[in-house]
Nanobody
Framework: QVQLVESGGGLVQAGGSLRLSCAASGRTFSAYTVGWFRQAPGKERELVGGITGSGGSTYYADSVKGRFTISRDNAKNTVYLQMNSLRPEDTAAYYC?????????????????WGQGTQVTVSS
């Protein structure tokens, strides 16, 4: 069992930055790939990006590539989502999720554990 807790969301102006954190319980956190997803009102939950257990591989959606960076500190059981050059269209609830897969799976159904989400609002 893995419990995930996101933090770091908030209100920011367009062009600004935020760093989200995903803190996990469990002693085998490094065995889990972690994905970051977001869901805007009326839209489906979409993958923003993810990082494999060792941190050796990352994936980013085209919409955030070059602006967002995912990293992890397995000693702290934490994965980070650094978001720069934020745009109003980045406004959404952001969720982290974990899976035992050795790659960054694209679909929500591939993830076993989810955090409760943190809201990011970008004003224009």
């Amino acid at each position: 069992q893995v419990q995930l807790v996101e933090s770091g969301g908030g209100l920011v102006q367009a062009g600004g930055s935020l760093r989200l954190s995903c803190a996990a319980s469990g002693r085998t956190f490094s065995a889990y790939t972690v994905g970051w997803f977001r869901q805007a009102p009326g839209k489906e939950r979409e993958l923003v990006g993810g990082i494999t257990g060792s941190g050796g591989s990352t994936y980013y959606a085209d919409s955030v590539k070059g602006r967002f960076t995912i990293s992890r500190d397995n000693a702290k059981n934490t994965v980070y989502l650094q978001m720069n050059s934020l745009r109003p269209e980045d406004t959404a609830a952001y969720y982290c999720a974990s899976t035992r897969r050795f790659y960054v799976a694209r679909s929500t159904s591939s993830y076993d554990y989810w955090g409760q989400g943190t809201q990011v609002t970008v004003s224009s």
